[in-house]
């Protein structure tokens, strides 16, 4: 299947507009410069009180349809 890494840096109040509901995606640059939009709330899972900040792998079907998020150790 399809995947992409992603190296993702954003500050806790960057994030602020996704939760006052001024964006609900996140676009983000993959490793192999592939240009990638992200629905936002797929990253709640790795909010901390600083953000989110890490490497992600995305995986994706031939349709470009999500199939799993995780973080890379």
């Known amino acids: 299947m399809p995947s992409v890494v992603l190296d993702i840096a954003l500050s806790a ?3 602020q507009a996704i939760y006052r509901g001024r964006a609900n995606r996140i676009i983000a640059q ?4 592939r240009s990638v939009s992200l629905p936002a709330h797929h990253l709640r899972p790795f909010l901390t009180h600083a953000g989110i900040y890490g490497a992600f792998v995305l995986e994706f ?7 799993s998020l995780r973080r890379l150790d």
């Not at 079907?61 to 199939?67: E, T």
């Open 30 to 33: 993959s490793r192999d410069g």
């Open 61 to 67: 079907n031939a349709a470009g349809k999500l199939l």
């Open 13 to 15: 109040e960057r994030l």
